[in-house]
């Protein structure tokens, strides 16, 4: 059964920095893999997704990148500004299922800018 | 532009009770499922659907229905409420690629659910 782990749990930094949150996953036989936020309260907001086939992915200040044989991927976020805290959890989809493994996720990190 | 909508957004129920979670995508969307969030157990698959007709089981499955009769809705059914299936549960959909796998996901806003 797939397993995704998230380190750390969570994470408070000075508004400014940039940032790295980890993801892995223990079957490399994956689909994609996708990056999402949370806010309090709210849904899940889709940030990125990587194909199996693809090292890496950006939009705007975010950088994802997958390791499928080490079964690793990467969150990066430059200069980080307050409206960025938020939980942020990995999911992936599993590519023996023919679906039925849907996407298993992270626990997520809880990430807190401070002004 | 609604995205994925989800109805209602908080409920309580009694134990036993029975009710309907409600979902509706407008963006032609052929996958849908539905996921429960609780503390300290992340997000686990209920039930998903390929599209009009076919749903399936997925991780947690056991208490709920599902049933997909159009594209655009996917409601969830609680047949018999149990304080266990109190949780936060979001409705997601997204394009089908590659035949059955779900691409890039949308998820509703949730619906909070306590049973007493």
């Known amino acids: 059964k797939q397993e995704v782990t998230q380190i750390p749990a969570a994470l408070s930094v000075p508004e400014g920095e940039n940032l790295v949150l980890n993801c892995s996953f223990t079957d490399s036989a994956i689909y994609n893999l996708q990056w999402f936020r949370q806010d309090p309260g709210k849904g899940l907001t889709s940030l990125l997704l990587i194909q199996s086939s693809q090292r890496e992915q950006t939009s705007g200040r975010l950088n994802a990148s997958l390791d499928k044989s080490s079964g690793r991927s990467t969150l990066y976020i430059a200069a980080s500004q307050p409206g960025d805290s938020a939980t942020y959890l990995c999911?992936?989809?599993?590519?023996?299922?023919?679906?039925?493994?849907?996407?298993?996720f992270g626990k997520g990190t809880h990430l807190i800018i401070q002004p | 532009n609604a995205g994925v909508t989800q109805t209602p957004k908080f409920q309580v129920l009694k134990t036993g009770q029975s009710m309907t979670l409600q979902c509706a995508q407008d963006?032609?969307?052929?996958?849908m499922s539905w996921y429960r969030q609780d503390p300290g157990m992340g997000l686990r698959l209920i039930h998903y659907?390929?599209?009009?007709?076919?749903?399936d089981q997925g991780e947690v499955p056991n208490g709920y229905n599902v049933s997909r009769s159009t594209t655009e809705d996917f409601p969830l059914r609680l047949l018999s409420a149990a304080p266990s299936q109190t949780s936060v549960y979001f409705c997601?959909?997204?394009?089908?690629?590659?035949?059955?796998?779900?691409?890039?996901?949308?998820f509703g806003e949730g619906s909070r659910l306590t049973v007493l």
């Open positions: 659907s390929v599209g009009a007709g076919i749903t």
């Open positions: 963006m032609n969307h052929e996958y």
């Open positions: 997601a959909s997204s394009e089908r690629t590659g035949g059955v796998f779900p691409g890039e996901l949308f």
């Open positions: 999911a992936v989809v599993g590519s023996s299922g023919g679906g039925a493994d849907g996407l298993t």
